[in-house]
């Protein structure tokens, strides 16, 4: 793709903001329990205001409200199968792209909440360009941030929520050389290698975990449960002992999303990134290998293989479970 001159290119984004950045999208169905207790026992999220009558009314609310973070749920669009976003690409994005920003280092979301949604509620979402920023200089190359502003009505009109979202497209440098053949049945990870996640002194042993070849959950030296993400303390018994518990790898598929953007360097696109259900019943987030996305379907049976992308740096992927 060619680039095009810095001022020219610069100046034409900048006279778009404060324009549409996608047509208006109105949700396909109104705000509704069934989908709110999927979404909560897909992030583990046992909020009684959330799930209960019962419990939404003696917490001083009307009826069951939505949990805050599903705002984006009512109205995300939806991809086709040639992987183009319904609705097309964001605005001022292709310019950003033509002038050589093709690749993404960091996205940032903010988010304000002026009420909870109730069912029935009906959500419409409307997008702006909100600006776009002076070249700014990254280990990875020189880039600009972009900046879209999602605002989300109901049914009457009235603001419920606001999300700033933020994505820093930045120019790759030149491609290295060819890494040497592997052989033909090794996982294959990309040839740049995927930001490092961060390390705490929760997760630690379970990110050195893949570098032995272990998948390896927290389990409450208490109350026995198995707990994932790792966090301080058991959500069950709030017991601050606990052990590692290396599990088989073997699993089926909970639910799936197929990722488009933002196209983060060492994947490859359209990625699909299921919720694991584990054998001995934690769950985990990992990226599908080997599994094409029109092939991906919830309760497919999987296994863990991992992923080296440098000596000490190793992360799991799921593929389909081999029989025999």
């Avoid at 183009?84 to 994005?93: A, D, K, P, V």
């Avoid at 379907?297 to 799921?318: H, M, N």
Wanted: net charge neutral; aromatic share 8%.
């Amino acid at each position: 793709m060619s680039q095009v001159r810095s001022q020219d290119w610069l100046s034409k984004v900048r006279a778009m903001v404060g324009q549409e950045a996608l047509p208006p999208q109105t949700a396909a169905d109104p705000v509704n329990l069934p989908m709110i207790r999927r979404w909560c026992e897909a992030m583990g999220d046992r909020t009684p205001a959330f799930l209960d009558e019962q419990a939404a009314v003696r917490s001083g609310r009307a009826s069951v409200v939505a949990p805050p973070a599903m705002l984006f749920a009512w109205t995300m669009s939806h991809f086709s199968p040639d992987g183009e976003r319904e609705g097309g690409t964001l605005l001022g994005l292709d310019l950003v792209d033509a002038a050589g920003f093709t690749s993404v280092v960091a996205t940032n979301v903010e988010e304000e909440y002026f009420r909870e949604l109730r069912c029935g509620d009906l959500i419409t979402q409307r997008v702006t360009l909100d600006g776009i920023s002076d070249e700014k200089k990254t280990g990875l190359g020189v880039g600009h941030f972009v900046t879209y502003r999602y605002e989300f009505s109901d049914q009457r009109g009235e603001l419920v929520g606001r999300t700033i979202f933020r994505v820093l497209k930045f120019r790759p440098p030149a491609k290295a050389k060819e890494a040497a053949p592997v052989a033909a049945d090794a996982p294959r990870a990309a040839k740049a290698s995927p930001p490092r996640p961060p390390m705490t002194k929760d997760g630690e042993f379970f990110w050195a975990g893949f570098v032995e070849r272990k998948l390896l959950v927290r389990q409450c030296g208490q109350c026995g449960r198995l707990h994932h993400p790792p966090g301080p303390m058991c959500p069950e018994c709030n017991s601050l002992e606990w052990t590692p518990r290396e599990c088989s790898g073997r699993g089926t598929i909970h639910s799936f999303v197929v990722m488009h953007q933002p196209q983060i360097p060492g994947h490859q696109y359209p990625l699909p990134v299921a919720l694991i259900d584990l054998e001995e019943g934690a769950r985990i987030v990992a990226n599908l290998q080997g599994i094409a996305p029109d092939k991906v379907r919830i309760g497919l049976p999987v296994e863990v293989q991992y992923v080296e992308y440098e000596k000490d740096f190793v992360l799991p992927a799921f593929r389909e479970r081999r029989t025999g």
